[in-house]
């Protein structure tokens, strides 16, 4: 008797996809900007205040919680959304609220990333309980 393979349901692969092509291209546009302020000769990182090596690491750390998320989705998509707080805390304590919406969005693909771990971990759960 065959065992019968059950296919993963289409909204779930939609949800994991768009959450690694939102992290992409996120990830694509601060190391955009990121290499554009290291090459500019007017910026020197020695000039830099200790406020804002904080806030690169913290950037940095969100964008790797991105990129981590395509193979473990729970722990990439952990590092993500607290990395993500913890910029938009920062960037608050230091600017305003109102330049702290768009960092919110680097929180989405952790939440994708945490709510495609979790729909599929009890997708395959239910099955196994068949």
Partial sequence: ???SVQKTPVGLNI???SARILSLL???YFLLIFFNISVTPSIKFTNLG???IVFLIVL???LAGMLIGFKWEAIGGGINLIAGIMLCVLVYYRWNWQTTYP???MTIPGILYLLSWYLH???YNDIIMQ
């Fill in 26 to 28: 996120l990830v694509g």
């Fill in 103 to 105: 960092y919110l969005i």
């Fill in 1 to 3: 008797m065959k065992a």
């Fill in 50 to 52: 200790f406020l804002i």
């Fill in 121 to 123: 971990k009890k997708f």
């Fill in 15 to 17: 949800l994991r996809w």
């Fill in 60 to 62: 940095l750390t969100c």
